[in-house]
């Protein structure tokens, strides 16, 4: 049985379906110590020969996403600003999104910590949290202010989780699957649970085509 996301991030052989939108992000480069974390938790998914059922993302493309934007294929009214009409094209959707976001303040950085890898029917990702107060205020405010330009609030937008996705499920495990996908779970929560503190750099808007590239310019190569 395929992920939940393939026929829509992406086609049954694997490649990416065409998904175009925007996003605020902030890298995880090769120089952030959480970078490591990440590479080492695909290589004990590739030892496990559990690489079968996913799709990974480029290592190059690792990001945190700050607050999700627009997706040209999602226009339904929660996921929809009231004053952007819903049939508006790509490139007006864009525009929105820029204009209203200009002149907010992005920090320059700002602390997180692992909290823990998450597998389901989805993806596997690996949940990040404020590493302190200030932070958390920071990222808290910074949300509202964007949320308040564009004019409206995503769902679950108060709880957001932010998160570094490293792959998407392209067949759903199997039971045979599960006991190395707990293992690998259990092990990343003993060796990096809170343990890790990281610093984030400055966000900025990103567009992308689909779920490979992440851009500051709309058909730019990646980054």
């Not at 990040?128 to 509202?144: G, I, N």
């Amino acid at each position: 049985m395929f992920g939940t996301q393939i026929g829509l991030k992406f086609n049954q052989c694997g490649s990416p379906a065409a998904y175009p939108g925007n996003t605020v992000v902030a890298d995880i480069n090769p120089d952030s110590p959480a970078y490591p974390v990440l590479i080492k938790t695909l290589e004990e998914i590739d030892k496990a020969e559990l690489s079968p059922l996913l799709i990974k993302l480029p290592v190059d493309s690792y990001h945190v996403t700050i607050m999700r934007g627009l997706n040209h294929r999602i226009r339904t009214p929660e996921f929809w600003p009231p004053e952007l009409p819903v049939d508006a094209p790509l490139s007006e959707m864009d525009r929105f999104v820029k204009t209203r976001l200009e002149g907010i303040a992005f920090p320059a950085s700002f602390a997180m910590k692992i909290e823990s890898i998450q597998w389901n029917d989805e993806d596997v990702r690996v949940h990040l949290a404020p590493a302190t107060d200030e932070a958390k205020q920071t990222l808290r405010a910074l949300r509202d202010r964007m949320a308040d330009a564009l004019g409206f609030r995503l769902p679950g937008h108060d709880g957001y989780a932010f998160h570094a996705t490293l792959a998407y499920v392209l067949h759903r495990a199997q039971e045979e699957d599960s006991i190395k996908i707990a293992r690998i779970i259990d092990e990343f929560r003993a060796n990096h649970s809170g343990r890790l503190v990281f610093e984030l750099p400055a966000p900025y808007l990103a567009f992308y085509e689909d779920m490979m590239k992440f851009s500051r310019e709309r058909g730019a190569a990646n980054r």
